[in-house]
């Protein structure tokens, strides 16, 4: 089972659809979560972090439910300019020090049509 | 100009050949990441550097080396190249200081091919 995972898609959909994207983790002590964005052939920026109450930045809500090891990310009023691929991310800590060390869902594609 | 710069950004090379991928960074971060990209793999970690002289290998450090030259320096080698590690390679640093110490700032990336 992959650490990470995520339904590659592709997404397709129309300007001002709402669209949400879902990931799985498998490990359990996992204690930071974020959505990381990549254009293509470009390098993956941060999106947002995703915090246990749920946090919105925009038309952007990240959602994660740690007893189900599941994080969410709501794209709402969909632009031509969200069209890239989302990357969910999971990191992990040993002994209350955080190792910097992300670990990356393969990516899911969305593309927004006018 | 880009906190984080890769050279070459593009290259074509032959098994057997001896690679070297430099990143360098003026963020004046202390952890320091090389990735690769592979489609529908995602980004896999291949060393990584939590201070100049700190190296470690990440799950796919196999027919890879890499040095630490300085704390703004990151190079990554292939020793002898091999078609199977044709893919995207990006490097990344992040900093324990700040409040998102996690969060990562990565290089443009360097396409290698090998034939």
């Known amino acids: 089972r992959k650490e990470v995972e995520q339904d590659p898609g592709p997404f397709n959909v129309p300007e001002g659809a709402t669209v949400a994207f879902n990931c799985t983790y498998s490990?359990?002590?996992?204690?930071?979560f974020f959505w990381y964005r990549q254009d293509c052939r470009k390098e993956p920026k941060l999106l947002m972090s995703?915090?246990?109450s749920g946090n919105e930045d925009g038309r952007f809500t990240a959602q994660l439910n740690r007893a189900s090891q599941y994080i969410s990310l709501l794209i709402r009023d969909s632009k031509l300019s969200d069209s890239a691929t989302y990357l969910c991310?999971?990191?992990?800590?040993?002994?209350?020090?955080?190792?910097?060390?992300?670990?990356f869902g393969q990516g899911t594609i969305l593309t927004v049509h006018p | 100009d880009a906190d984080v710069t890769q050279t070459p950004r593009n290259r074509i090379t032959k098994t057997g050949k001896r690679i070297m991928l430099e990143c360098s960074q003026t963020?004046?971060?202390?952890?320091m990441y090389w990735y690769r990209q592979d489609p529908g793999l995602g980004l896999r970690l291949i060393y990584y550097?939590?201070?100049?002289?700190?190296?470690n290998k990440g799950e796919i450090s196999d027919g890879y080396s890499v040095s630490r030259q300085a704390q703004a320096k990151f190079s990554l080698s292939l020793e002898s190249a091999i078609p199977n590690q044709t893919a995207l390679y990006f490097c990344?640093?992040?900093?324990?200081?700040?409040?998102?110490?996690?969060?990562?700032?990565f290089g443009p990336g360097t396409r290698l091919t090998v034939l």
């Open positions: 995703v915090y246990s």
């Open positions: 550097s939590f201070d100049v002289k700190d190296i």
């Open positions: 991310v999971v990191a992990g800590y040993a002994g209350g020090t955080s190792y910097g060390k992300l670990t």
């Open positions: 990344a640093t992040s900093d324990l200081s700040s409040g998102f110490d996690n969060e990562q700032f």
């Open positions: 490990n359990s002590a996992s204690q930071s």
């Open positions: 963020k004046g971060h202390d952890r």
